[in-house]
């Protein structure tokens, strides 16, 4: 790729190639204030009257033959690309056929000398013009303006005074986790407080109720509920992720988005994801002040790293539409809300209009995770990322399965490889020890572990 060279030259540019990858590069050339003059294709597919980016597309050899001098760019993947280039470069009025992948552009945008203003200026760009929609703009705003913005508030809502309310969410295959999870949480509780665990949960067997129960009824200090959230995604069009393949999601990941709304009676309620392990009393999260901010989260480790990094490939993502500041995107895994000030900035309807926007629209990263991203855009407190330590961090330099920091509060396991699987690359890793030894004293995890190994 020779950016320097075209910008000097003052040659037709053709670009050859109509796939996503023209796209790209069309939006790349003209932030180096390089204009294309001419879009083809090969001659046996060209169609009249096609457009592309406002360019009548036309076929190669018409323009090559009406063209005294031009530069070439090959903007489609092709097994004979190099021979295509070859054979280009022989003719006499090509000057110069070149070929840009999507990494040669990476790696340009990270070893270029243009600020990271204008870096993350392009990236808005080649998101707008990137092949990432599930429906149209206006399809997915009429899915959203089209709902009748209703939520079915379960019934069985309970509010103690002066305890500690911790959601954790899970459907019936993930409840072994997070009954792992509930264990550490109970097992480092402070008897002189009063824990509130809420369980939001689709499809639960009465087995699997028992057994959490079971677990809390040890800790007299501890309380325990059940909240069906099937009910209230009913007549909500939401994307269920799972069909998406984004790391096993599923639209139970939703159900967090209820929180503030449903429990509302609480000041703060903080939530949690079930694959971790709590390594610290869940109090002292509960007892940090938010300071004004309407939720608090852990920056993600990983997008700082890959931004710090200039590993630009992940930000073709919408989510990055809509946050300003790309240092401040947070992990959703542990969050706590000041419900009357999250309410009072979201109200129900809009929050879950935008969040069916936002599913329907994209489908590339429409997750709830970035939903909340996009919604909060930076405004939220940053806590201390001892509360949520993301195993698998590419920080580790190479190691991704490092031992967890010392100070660590809470490990969570968000890689394909967990702990619960045996993995020779992860068997003797400390924190997956840590991990096994809560996991074999609680009920539901043994009798799954059993069960899959018959």
């Known amino acids: 790729m020779n950016i ?50 406002d360019f009548d597309v036309q076929p190669l050899e018409d323009v090559l033959a009406n063209n005294s001098k031009l530069n070439i760019i090959i903007a489609f993947k092709g097994k004979n690309n190099e021979e295509k280039i070859k054979e280009l470069n022989k003719m006499p009025n090509v000057e110069k056929c070149m070929f840009f992948d999507l990494d040669d552009i990476f790696s340009y945008l990270k070893h270029c000398e243009k600020t990271q203003t204008e870096i993350i200026d392009v990236f808005r760009k080649l998101i707008a013009v990137s092949d990432i929609y599930l429906n149209d703009e206006e399809t997915a705003k009429a899915i959203a303006y089209n709902w009748n913005g209703t939520v079915k508030k379960p019934k069985n809502l ?45 499809g639960f067997s009465e087995r699997t109720k028992e057994c959490l129960s079971e677990q809390a009824a040890k800790f007299k200090h501890c309380n325990i509920d059940f909240i069906d959230t099937a009910p209230a995604f009913d007549g909500i069009p939401l994307v269920d992720t799972s069909i998406l393949n984004l790391n096993s999601l599923s639209i139970d990941t939703y159900s967090r988005f209820f929180i503030p709304y449903w429990l509302n009676e609480y000041e703060k309620v903080i939530y949690l994801d079930s694959d971790m392990i709590a390594k610290a009393d869940i109090s002292q999260l509960f007892d940090l002040s938010l300071n004004g901010h309407c939720l608090s989260a852990t920056i993600s480790q990983g997008m700082n790293y890959l931004l710090e990094q200039k590993s630009y490939r992940t930000f073709i993502s919408p989510t990055f539409i809509f946050l300003d500041d790309w240092s401040r995107y947070f992990n959703a895994g542990v969050l706590v809300f000041d419900t009357t000030k999250f309410i009072s900035k ?45 195993w698998s961090s590419p920080r580790n330099n190479g190691k991704p399965f490092a031992h967890a920091p010392l100070n660590t509060k809470i490990i969570h396991f968000t890689t394909p490889v967990k702990p619960w699987k045996t993995n020779p690359i992860i068997n003797d890793n400390p924190d997956t020890l840590a991990y096994r030894e809560y996991a074999k004293n609680v009920k539901l995890f043994r009798e799954r572990e059993k069960y899959e190994n018959t």
């Open 4 to 53: 320097d060279y075209l910008k000097k030259s003052d040659l037709p540019l053709v670009l050859y190639g109509t796939a996503q990858l023209g796209k790209y590069v069309k939006c790349f050339l003209e932030f180096n204030n390089i204009n294309v003059d001419f879009v083809v294709v090969d001659k046996e597919y060209w169609q009249p009257n096609t457009k592309f980016c």
């Open 158 to 202: 309970r509010f103690i005074e002066n305890a500690i309310p911790v959601v954790l969410a899970a459907n019936e295959n993930f409840a072994p986790y997070l009954a792992v999870m509930l264990q550490s949480l109970l097992d480092y509780s402070n008897p002189q407080r009063i824990y509130h665990f809420i369980i939001f949960e689709r």
């Open 346 to 390: 979201f109200p129900y309807t809009d929050f879950l209009k935008f969040a069916i926007y936002f599913s329907n629209r994209y489908k590339g990263h429409c997750c709830d995770q970035d939903i909340l991203v996009s919604s909060i855009n930076g405004n939220f407190l940053v806590c201390p990322p001892e509360w949520n330590y993301v």
